[in-house]
């Protein structure tokens, strides 16, 4: 990691210099959160936390804020005891606001639904009351496989309610990705829908669920939300969410349950192996959630109107959409479909119709965005928007620039968040009104926590070097453990460096130390004894004004042990002959240096990629080394692979 091809000036040099934007003054006046949050975290880590799970309402006050006694096994504000729905709901209708919007829900056909928070705690309260009903109990799991409609919301709230723990697979995964993972936690109750629209179409979620609960005895009941009014076989566990909850009482007393009760688990694949079921506790998480979502995007609850585009399913909507959002009491927007549905300027036409003010979204999506065209945004008024944040993959500078000018209107800080969903909350990202941005870099650590890139053998690098990313310090919303596998936990992520979290993620410090990712180590290519990371030649790549998105992978090469291949999608009509390829090898060479030069350009119509746009490398890396593809379970769109081998055909470079 440490000797990339013109060491730590590589990523700057793609913008020639690096361009700081510094907070306009009159963000800065209303900001929510000031620097001195670093001052205070710094001098006493733990004050500073304790003063952020102060923000919740707890039933009994912890009386020891982390036991690091037997690391990495952490427990924070032990012996205290809170209910997650209850500050979610039930506070913010005690302290008067149950008018308030929780969620305005746009479907994809366009319907929509209006939910106050006294709306929504009346429906998780019966919720609640349904699973009861149905013998869920504290510490039973509870698998949700829903489209984004807002009972699924509901049903992750009404879970944490009555103290199940839920876990909620993606809604586009497949009968062995689902049943694996219904089985590994031994889920007693599935929550599902006739279906959800994507693209103009029902999706099937019951057929799948179906086909999954007949390899899963564990699952005592199915409960069905009906969307789509779609068809839909019945068999004798299942029930409409429509009968046992519209008829269950409305009355529900939250019982407080110990801050590290487990709140949910999360699987996550990466791009490889065996699904990780990420265990996340209660006060901690709730604490870590609520407070980096109202500094990191200026939360004002009385005004704002907040919109996460994540799906539900992924900890981004998990931390981002139900925790985070609800525990602040923010009015937000969710949005059912897919941003291309009926026409390309669906997002902003959403911004402009519920005055969004701050939005949430991926780099993949931007990049999509960004191919589409700029004048689809500048046909729609997104002068109410105020934060635009970032998360997923490393943001290449050029993404980062369109989206604060074409949809910024270059008036709104972006913040570039990185965070995992092991860490369970944003992690590294600039402070609104407070940093100056810097386009394709994340940065800082938030205030109380402690990152460092180090190397090979543990040790911080100098300001201008790179290696691995690592926590140094527990955090409140740290996992607790991988799910039965608490073996696994200690050699995924603390066997490499003793006392550290390893993240699996590349990064460098540039000369002022700021934090620029580069991806996950597995990743990084060997080429001729350098190592490249693909964000690096990848944002190279994208910096040529003929490129919308490029992913990178190293392919076996006899004379340089790997060689570079890059699979790249071009923007709007610009050919992909010969000429073209010669010169963005020649592009890469001059950014980056003659060593980075992909050895192959393959121009793609898509990418495949995961439900929350991360490339999957190791599937381009089978194409690369023309292997049979591997697991494509967790692919959000199985054709992608079809077009990539038809792409393949034009466009083929090798010299
Ligand atoms: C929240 C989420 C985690 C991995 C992480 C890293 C990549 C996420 C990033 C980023 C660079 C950012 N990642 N945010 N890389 N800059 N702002 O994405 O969780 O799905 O578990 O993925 O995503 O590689 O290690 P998860």
Not at 196 to 219: E, N, T
Not at 250 to 271: C, R, V
Not at 414 to 429: F, L, Y
Not at 623 to 651: C, F, H, P, W, Y
Request: glycine letters at 10%; one cysteine or more; a negative charge.
């Amino acid at each position: 990691m440490n000797e990339t091809p013109k060491s730590q000036e590589t990523l700057a040099n793609l913008l020639n210099e690096t361009r700081h934007f510094d907070p306009p003054a009159e963000f800065a006046a209303q900001a929510t959160v000031t620097a001195d949050e670093y001052d205070r975290a710094g001098a006493d880590r733990l004050a500073f936390w304790e003063s952020k799970a102060e923000r919740l309402h707890w039933a009994a006050k912890w009386d020891r804020t982390l036991d690091w006694d037997n690391p990495p096994f952490a427990k924070w504000f032990v012996g205290g005891k809170l209910n997650v729905a209850y500050n979610c709901l039930d506070r913010h209708v005690e302290a008067g606001n149950g008018d308030r919007v929780a969620i305005h829900w746009e479907g994809e056909p366009g319907d929509t639904r209006t939910i106050t928070y006294a709306e929504l705690t009346s429906e998780v309260k019966k919720a609640a009351n349904a699973l009861t009903a149905l013998g869920v109990t504290a510490g039973d799991r509870v698998a949700i496989y829903m489209p984004m409609i807002p009972e699924a919301a509901m049903a992750m709230l009404a879970c944490a309610r009555i103290g199940a723990t839920h876990s909620v697979v993606f809604g586009g995964f497949s009968v062995a990705a689902l049943s694996g993972r219904i089985q590994d936690a031994d889920a007693k109750v599935v929550i599902t829908a006739d279906g959800g629209y994507r693209r103009g179409k029902p999706s099937d979620l019951k057929g799948i669920v179906d086909d999954s609960v007949a390899q899963c005895p564990s699952v005592e009941k199915v409960l069905v939300v009906r969307r789509t009014g779609s068809d839909v076989a019945w068999t004798d566990k299942d029930l409409w969410w429509h009968d046992v909850v519209d008829s269950a009482s409305d009355e529900h007393e939250a019982q407080p349950f110990d801050a590290e009760h487990p709140l949910f688990i999360l699987y996550t694949s990466g791009t490889t192996a065996k699904p990780k079921g990420i265990l996340h506790t209660s006060g901690g998480y709730l604490t870590q959630a609520s407070y980096t979502h109202q500094a990191v995007f200026d939360i004002k609850p009385d005004n704002d109107i907040y919109w996460c585009t994540a799906d539900i399913g992924w900890v981004t909507g998990h931390s981002y959409i139900v925790y985070g959002p609800m525990s602040n009491g923010v009015t937000q927007v969710m949005y059912e479909g897919t941003p291309d549905t009926p026409h390309k300027g669906r997002f902003w036409e959403l911004v402009q119709k519920y005055r969004i003010t701050q939005i949430y979204t991926a780099p993949t999506a931007i990049r999509t965005f960004m191919k589409w065209g700029d004048d689809i945004p500048a046909g729609f008024d997104l002068s109410s928007l105020r934060v635009l944040g970032s998360v997923g993959e490393p943001i290449n500078p050029e993404a980062w620039m369109w989206y604060r000018k074409h949809i910024g209107g270059d008036r709104c800080p972006v913040v570039d968040t990185w965070w995992q969903t092991e860490t369970g909350a944003m992690m590294i990202s600039p402070l609104p009104g407070v940093t100056s941005t810097i386009p394709g870099s994340a940065q800082t650590p938030l205030p109380g926590i402690s990152a460092d890139v180090v190397d090979d053998e543990g040790k911080s690098v100098p300001n201008g070097g790179g290696g691995y990313l690592v926590l140094r310090e527990p955090w409140p919303s740290m996992l607790r453990t991988i799910w039965g596998d608490d073996q696994r936990f200690l050699d995924t992520y603390w066997s490499k460096f003793d006392n550290m979290y390893f993240a699996g993620d590349g990064a460098k410090r540039d000369a002022d130390g700021n934090i620029w990712l580069l991806g996950r180590v597995d990743d990084v290519m060997l080429v001729s004894g350098h190592n490249i990371s693909t964000t690096e030649v990848e944002s190279a790549l994208v910096s040529h004004p003929k490129v919308a998105e490029s992913a990178v992978v190293g392919a076996t090469d006899p004379v340089t042990g790997q060689g570079i291949v890059a699979f790249t999608i071009l923007r709007g009509d610009a050919d992909g002959g010969e000429e073209l390829m010669t010169e963005l090898r020649n592009h890469v060479a001059k950014e980056l240096g003659p060593i980075a030069k992909p050895r192959q350009i393959m121009v793609v119509p898509e990418l495949p990629k995961t439900r929350s746009g991360k490339i999957m490398r190791r599937l381009l890396r089978d194409v690369a080394e023309n292997r049979s593809l591997g697991d494509v379970t967790t692919l959000q769109d199985s054709a992608v692979m079809d077009l990539i081998s038809k792409g393949m055909s034009s466009g083929k470079d090798e010299d």
